[in-house]
């Protein structure tokens, strides 16, 4: 079974710094897409950034783009978004997820199969 738990989130002030992390398991292959989502409350999930593998291609939302970095891990499992100069609005629940077409970049929710428990990220002011 396929599992993905995230972790590194935590409260910071605004233009500090945060490393996530995400561990991946019940994987045989080496080259799938994960991406990141943030949900803040009583608003939409949305997309931050993904990387495949295979060539390590990557895509950023335009929110996150300058400021946040998602990058491969040492082992295939393993893949990281450091985040920059943080703001309050980026405040929200970050989750890890993968899914089983590995053929794009995908930006939307649904394309999303598995998905991590979530890590907090508090930016205040």
């Known amino acids: 079974e396929v599992q993905l738990v995230e972790s590194g989130g935590g409260l910071v002030q605004a233009g500090g710094s945060l490393k996530l992390s995400c561990a991946a398991s019940?994987?045989?292959?080496?080259?799938?897409?994960i991406g990141w989502f943030r949900q803040a409350p009583g608003k939409e999930r949305e997309f931050v950034a993904a990387?495949?593998?295979?060539?390590?291609?990557?895509y950023y939302a335009d929110s996150v783009k300058g400021r946040f970095t998602i990058s491969k891990g040492n082992t295939v499992n393993t893949m990281y978004l450091q985040m920059n100069n943080l703001k309050p609005e980026d405040t929200a629940v970050y989750y890890c997820?993968?899914?089983?077409?590995?053929?794009?970049?995908?930006?939307?929710?649904?394309?999303?199969?598995?998905w991590g428990q979530g890590t907090q990220v508090t930016v205040s002011s």
């Open positions: 997820a993968v899914p089983k077409d590995w053929s794009s970049l995908y930006t939307a929710e649904y394309e999303y199969d598995y």
């Open positions: 019940g994987f045989i292959f080496n080259d799938y897409v």
């Open positions: 990387i495949a593998r295979k060539n390590e291609q990557t």
